[in-house]
């Protein structure tokens, strides 16, 4: 499976992210919105103690993944910070860590399955994320160890959060197994991960090229990249563009789905066929057209001779290093890691995708959830969780009246300055977000009237708080690459199977994957002639790829079901 912005969420590899991108691709924190002058007064600080208002406290336990750029400030914990305070003094509820794990290597889906083997309790919420819930899901609905949610959710989700579903219905696939739902999935921003096309401007201007509108086109600007010595140091030391070929064609940064949308099928996911069923893409003959054109850019030098050992940050170094004049990847590079490029005279700029010969394009799609919010069988107070949830989602849709309509948390995202929110001060963080117990991800676009927030903001509307804190934190190239996503809004195509791993999967998709990956890299590298795509094809089928889909089909049927019962 490909990988997501999920995997950026997670902090792996160390990698330090800017403010921006953080502030951006956390989401959470990011979407603290707010609107209105009317606000300023109701500081969170402002609200009664818990011991004032509090019958009763309520106690919830969690598991916590921590990433090592979660920041806590002065004497802050991970039990006793803004937001556990928050949770006490608005809702009386007392948050705790029943869990804390490093947030690597799926630390806490093994912490899972220890509870599992030694029957040890669950925490009463866990998080869990979009890349990891499918192979674990269907093992904690077998041992009995967490809720269906269907009527919980009708029970106690406020009307707003019904309506925020109903806008999203596809959020619930990812819980759905055998027509139930077994978990509150978050909703993720409409086109967070989806890619565009990254060009050096500067490069452009120097060879007087324009910027492609063809595939064609952009061969040819690839080919003066490559040979013309864009950077001007008498060298022959660039290339075209940059690839990450190291673990999917299809990774979140350095992908070709442009290249595999402008032929038909998206590689690597399985995408809504011809006749409604879903089908795999990467043995679909679409992709063997894709894979012969790749070979030839390969073979004429346009991608790094090593592309295929590339990860996807790799392949963003090649762009920030001035080494490619081009990537695919998505609109929030524009903050990190090319709007952090420290590249004397480089100028990025991003460009809407070209098209295929019959004027066809296309490009992979965001997942419609981050993650899910699973609940212990024995868990009983859903009326704190909604209540909760709720709240939270009031920010992410702006709403004036929220707890949050300044900020998440005073001396982390904001300062209060003459009686004003400050967003631009040493040491800004909105990872405090990441302590929320339940959060809703995202607001749909659908729910938020005016436009995107960035489409605002880039066109100098600045009136409310979270207009401000934006303006204040995001650059205007991260702004250009968002919008440049806005501007193609019908061509990405989302992965469609994120369910649960069926059986068959389970024993044979890392073979399967194996498989796929060596023989894609062989094609491109020029080791193996392209009828090697077709003894693929064949194998895959032979070696489960047959039975997969056969029950990637049934899933598939099953959810659909009951979407259309929701309805
Ligand atoms: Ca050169």
């Given amino acids: 499976m490909r990988l997501s912005d999920q995997e950026i969420r997670s902090g792996q590899s160390g990698v330090r992210l800017s403010r921006v991108a953080l502030a951006l691709v956390l989401l959470l924190p990011a979407l603290a919105g707010c609107s209105g002058q009317e606000t300023k007064e109701s500081a969170p600080t402002a609200v009664a103690s818990a011991s004032d208002r509090c019958e009763e406290l309520t106690v919830i336990t969690t598991a916590r993944a921590l990433r090592d750029f979660d920041i806590l400030k002065g004497n802050d914990t991970t039990d006793n910070n803004p937001i556990t305070r928050w949770a006490r003094d608005r809702l009386c509820v007392v948050q ?119 595939l064609d086109e952009l061969e040819k600007v690839m080919d003066a990249f490559t040979n013309r010595d864009p950077d001007g140091n008498g060298v022959n030391d660039t290339v075209g563009i940059a690839v990450a070929g190291q673990n999917t064609l299809n990774g979140w940064m350095g992908d070709v789905s442009f290249m595999f949308g402008a032929y038909g099928d998206q590689a690597h996911q399985w995408n809504r066929a011809a006749d409604g069923t879903l089908a795999y893409g990467s043995v679909q003959p679409s992709v063997k057209s894709a894979l012969q054109r790749l070979a030839q850019w390969y073979e004429a030098g346009y991608l790094a001779s090593d592309f295929g050992t590339h990860d996807e940050q790799d392949a963003a170094v090649l762009m920030t290093s001035g080494i490619a004049g081009m990537i695919s990847g998505p609109g929030w590079m524009g903050g990190w890691p090319l709007g952090e490029a420290d590249l004397e005279g480089a100028v990025f700029k991003p460009y809407p995708y070209p098209a295929g010969e019959d004027g066809r394009i296309g490009r992979i799609g965001t997942l419609p959830s981050y993650g899910s919010y699973l609940f212990s069988k024995d868990f009983d107070h859903f009326d704190k969780i909604f209540a909760y949830y709720d709240k939270v989602y009031g920010m992410l849709i702006e709403d004036p009246e929220s707890d949050f309509s300044i900020g998440l948390a005073e001396g982390y995202d904001y300062i209060i300055v003459d009686g004003e929110p400050e967003y631009d001060f040493p040491g800004t963080t909105s990872t405090i977000g990441n302590f929320f117990l339940v959060a809703p991800g995202s607001a749909p676009s659908k729910a938020i009237k005016g436009g995107s927030l960035e489409r605002r903001v880039y066109n100098g509307k600045i009136d409310s708080y979270y207009e401000k804190k934006m303006a204040t934190t995001a650059s205007r190239l991260f702004l250009e690459g968002k919008l440049a996503v806005e501007q193609q809004p019908n061509i990405s195509h989302p992965e469609q199977f994120v369910g649960p791993q069926t059986p068959t999967m389970a024993l044979k998709w890392r073979l399967l994957n194996k498989m796929e990956q060596t023989t894609f890299l062989q094609i491109v590298y020029g080791y193996a002639p392209l009828d090697e795509f077709d003894r693929f094809v064949r194998e895959w089928h032979d070696s489960g790829g047959t039975q997969v889909t056969v029950e990637v089909n049934e899933w598939d049927r099953m959810s659909d079901d009951k979407k259309d019962d929701s309805l």
């Fill in 96 to 214: 705790t860590n029943q869990w804390l794990v490093a947030d690597q290597d799926h630390a806490l889906e093994d912490r899972i399955r220890t509870a599992l083997s030694n029957n040890e309790p669950l925490p009463d919420v866990l998080f869990l994320r979009s890349q990891d819930l499918p192979s674990i899901l269907r093992d904690l609905i077998d041992a009995d160890r967490i809720q269906e949610m269907g009527a919980v959710f009708e029970k106690y989700a406020s009307e707003r959060i019904k309506e925020a579903y109903a806008l999203n219905p596809d959020v619930w696939k990812s819980v759905t197994l055998d027509g139930s739902r077994w978990g509150l999935p978050q909703i993720s921003a409409a086109n967070l991960a989806d890619p565009i096309l990254w060009i050096r401007q500067d490069w452009l201007d120097a060879l007087d090229l324009e910027a492609p509108a063809t």
